[in-house]
């Protein structure tokens, strides 16, 4: 058997860690070891996790964000599998075993992710998530740009990905998980168990919620997606020149309401092709709807602080 390395990084979760470290002290595979970085929190979570014991492997540190905990938990594990859990998710009982069975009938695979159950603050299940996948690596990359279906919580990858990838980029303090993701995915190869395995979290202290930071973080997440990738190398279908960079501009603003950077790739596309109506027809279309897009943002920022409170 080979051993697994779970990593689980918390902060001020003294309401799930407890349940959250239980599901994996319960899997079915038992070659494990359970890395919980403390990253500074100020309830009651230390005094909880310091029951387990040798049971788990705890360290605390000085708070350095969910990129930071995650990795001094990698730097302090052993496993050849590495599996991350969020301090509110919960596995259920057959996942390591699962996932560990997968990468020995597919040696090809270096990362893989499951479906999973969304529950609520209190456990209930609320619904079900089937997570896409693509065989073809350009058709991956381009659905992951529009939007991170890998959920982090259902990952699990070999050492070698970090070894030859590098870390969890820590300037991103949201949005780590996907820019891992696209990382990874340049020279590594995703598989997708397509049942569920885990109990995802849903509740009014996610991060998820906190839309300002999401927002700043979102723009730097997708900067350094085309930094790394020529837009031709994202969009699936080829075309004119500069047709890629009206297609990820379009995403931008019309899923994303990124403008800056929206706006930029459809005047890059224009500046590439400038004899393409479709690039001008863009470019008025979405002018005309900024209003429209920042009465929009106004209430979500509003609607996320409400919940917060």
């Known amino acids: 058997m080979r051993r697994v390395?779970?990593?689980?990084?918390?902060?001020?979760?003294?309401?799930?860690?407890?349940?959250?470290?239980?599901?994996?002290?319960?899997?079915?595979?038992?070659?494990?070891?359970?890395?919980?970085?403390?990253?500074?929190?100020?309830?009651?979570?230390?005094?909880?996790?310091?029951?387990?014991?040798?049971?788990?492997?705890?360290?605390?540190?000085?708070?350095?964000?969910?990129?930071?905990?995650?990795?001094t938990a990698i730097r302090n594990s052993m496993g050849e599998y590495i599996a991350w859990l969020s301090s509110d998710d919960v596995f259920l009982p057959a996942k390591l075993e699962e996932q560990?069975?997968?990468?020995?009938?597919?040696?090809?695979?270096?990362?893989?992710?499951?479906?999973?159950?969304?529950?609520?603050?209190?456990?209930?299940?609320?619904g079900e998530v089937r997570s896409p996948y693509y065989p073809d690596k350009k058709r991956f990359r381009y659905e992951m740009f529009v939007g991170n279906f890998v959920n982090g919580s259902s990952v699990m990858f070999r050492r070698k990905c970090i070894e030859e990838t590098g870390y969890f980029d820590e300037e991103m303090r949201y949005h780590a998980d996907g820019n891992m993701w696209f990382r990874m995915l340049k020279r590594h190869e995703f598989g997708h168990?397509?049942?569920?395995?885990?109990?995802?979290?849903?509740?009014?202290?996610?991060?998820?919620?906190?839309?300002?930071?999401?927002?700043?973080?979102?723009?730097?997440?997708?900067?350094?997606?085309?930094?790394?990738?020529?837009?031709?190398?994202?969009?699936p279908d080829g075309g004119e020149p500069g047709e890629a960079n009206l297609a990820l501009g379009s995403i931008l603003l019309r899923h994303h309401r990124l403008y800056s950077l929206g706006f930029s790739l459809?005047?890059?596309?224009?500046?590439?092709?400038?004899?393409?109506?479709?690039?001008?027809?863009?470019?008025?279309?979405?002018?005309?709807?900024?209003?429209?897009?920042?009465i929009s943002d106004v209430y979500s920022w509003r609607l996320s602080t409400r919940k917060r409170t």
């Open 193 to 235: 168990i397509p049942i569920p395995l885990l109990k995802y979290r849903w509740h009014d202290t996610n991060i998820s919620h906190h839309f300002r930071g999401m927002r700043k973080y979102l723009d730097l997440y997708y900067r350094k997606i085309l930094k790394a990738y020529p837009c031709e190398e994202i969009f």
């Open 5 to 71: 390395s779970v990593i689980i990084p918390v902060f001020n979760h003294e309401k799930y860690i407890a349940e959250c470290v239980e599901s994996v002290l319960g899997q079915t595979y038992r070659d494990f070891e359970v890395v919980v970085v403390d990253d500074g929190s100020t309830d009651r979570t230390p005094e909880i996790l310091k029951r387990y014991g040798d049971r788990i492997r705890y360290i605390r540190q000085s708070n350095r964000g969910g990129a930071g905990a995650l990795n």
């Open 100 to 126: 560990v069975a997968h990468f020995e009938q597919h040696p090809e695979v270096d990362v893989t992710y499951t479906d999973f159950l969304v529950i609520d603050g209190e456990g209930k299940v609320t």
């Open 266 to 294: 459809l005047c890059e596309g224009i500046k590439r092709n400038p004899f393409k109506a479709r690039g001008y027809r863009l470019m008025l279309s979405f002018s005309t709807r900024m209003p429209w897009y920042l």
